[in-house]
C-alpha cells in the first residue's frame, strides 16, 4: 500500500535519472497538473455597455464631432489667456476624442495672445476661426477670408465711423482712453471707453454699462441710422459693440463645417444681445451655456467621463 502511494512520487521526482536508464514504468507517470485557467475578464454588465455606447453615440467621435469654444469668458477670463493647464487638457485629452475649434470676435492676433502665445493655436486646434470666422484656419491652414470694406465699400464705411466718433464725443463716461474704433477685415469695433483702458478701468465701464445701458442705447441709435446698410450691431466682452453685416455673427463660421454632423458650442454670452446667441441656437449646433473657464472644464471632464 506504502509503496503504491511512494512509487509515483518517486519516478517523478528522478524522472531524469529514470529516463536515461531506459525505465520509465509509463502507467507511473505523473503529470504536471495544467496551471488553472485565468478567472474570465470582468465583463462590465450588458446594461451598462447599452449606456456607454448610447453615451458615445449620442456625443459621436473625433472623425464626425467638433467641440467648438467661444474665447472670451468661456476659455479665458475676459481679455485674458489661457491657463496653461487648461489648454494642455484641451489639446492631450480633448483633441484624441474630438475635433477641437474656437471662434472668437477678436483678430488673430488677439487669439493667439489669448491662447497659449505664439501661433500655437493655428496648429494645435483643428479649427481657429478669428472675426467669427471671418479669418478661418484648418489645421495649420488658412482656409478663407472676408472683409467689411468689400462688403459695404469705402463711403458707406466712413459714413458709419464719422458718425460713431461723433456719437462717442457726446457721452462722457467715469473715464475715457484711446482707440475708440477698431477697424477690423470683418468688422468695426465700436468701444466707448477706449481699448487702450486698463483692466482696472475696463472693469469700472463694464459695472457702469449694466447700469447705465450705455452700449445697449448706443445699439439702438447705431439701428436707427444705419438699419439701410443691414448692419448687426452685437453687444461684445465686456467694453464695446461689434458691428458686422449681418448672418457674420458666429455662424458664419458654421459655412466651413457642413461637413461635420455633430457641433457642440461652448459660449457665456448665450442671451440675446449676446454675442454667442446666434450660434447657440443655431439648428446645426448643440448650445452649452458655461459661466466661466472652470466652468467649461468640469464640462468637458464630464463628456470624457461618460465616454470611459
Ligand atoms: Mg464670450
Redesign the pocket.
Known amino acids: 500500500m506504502l509503496f503504491a502511494k511512494v512509487l509515483p512520487k518517486f519516478c517523478q521526482l528522478h524522472r531524469p535519472l529514470l529516463r536515461s536508464y531506459g525505465f520509465i514504468p509509463s502507467h507511473l507517470l505523473l503529470k504536471a497538473a495544467p496551471p488553472p485557467p485565468p478567472p474570465p475578464p470582468r465583463q462590465p454588465s450588458k446594461q451598462s455597455l447599452i449606456g456607454k455606447r448610447k453615451a458615445a453615440r449620442r456625443m459621436g467621435s473625433r472623425d464626425n464631432t467638433l467641440l467648438l469654444f467661444?474665447?472670451?469668458?468661456?476659455l479665458t477670463p475676459s481679455r485674458q489667456v489661457i491657463k496653461p493647464q487648461l489648454y494642455d487638457f484641451l489639446v492631450k485629452d480633448v483633441k484624441p476624442k474630438f475635433k477641437i475649434g474656437v471662434v472668437g470676435g477678436s483678430d488673430l492676433v488677439k487669439i493667439c495672445e489669448q491662447l497659449g502665445g505664439g501661433t500655437r493655436v493655428i496648429s494645435d486646434f483643428d479649427y481657429v476661426f478669428a472675426e467669427n470666422g471671418l479669418v478661418a484656419y484648418s489645421s495649420g491652414d488658412i482656409i478663407g477670408t472676408e472683409s467689411i470694406q468689400k462688403y459695404i465699400g469705402e463711403e458707406n464705411l466712413q459714413r458709419f465711423i464719422n458718425y460713431a466718433l461723433a456719437y462717442l464725443s457726446k457721452i462722457t463716461l467715469p473715464v475715457k482712453r484711446g482707440t475708440f474704433i477698431e477697424f477690423r477685415s470683418g468688422m468695426i469695433n465700436v468701444c466707448p471707453v477706449g481699448r487702450s483702458c486698463s483692466q482696472a478701468e475696463r472693469l469700472e465701464f463694464y459695472e457702469y454699462d449694466k447700469v447705465h445701458k450705455i452700449r445697449e442705447t448706443m445699439a439702438e441709435d447705431f439701428r436707427r441710422e444705419f438699419g439701410d446698410l443691414g448692419l448687426q450691431f452685437s453687444i461684445g466682452?465686456q467694453i464695446s459693440l461689434d458691428v458686422f453685416p449681418k448672418g457674420w455673427d458666429k455662424t458664419y463660421c458654421l459655412s466651413y463645417l457642413d461637413k461635420i454632423p455633430n457641433i457642440h458650442f461652448f459660449?457665456?454670452?448665450t442671451s440675446p444681445g449676446g454675442?454667442?446667441y446666434e450660434i447657440f441656437f443655431d439648428s446645426r449646433t448643440k448650445g452649452h451655456t458655461v459661466t466661466s473657464p472652470e466652468d467649461t472644464e468640469k464640462e468637458l471632464r464630464e463628456m470624457l467621463q461618460k465616454l470611459q
Request: hydrophobic content about 10%; charged content about 45%.
Open positions: 467661444d474665447v472670451d469668458g468661456t466682452g459660449g457665456d454670452k454675442n454667442d
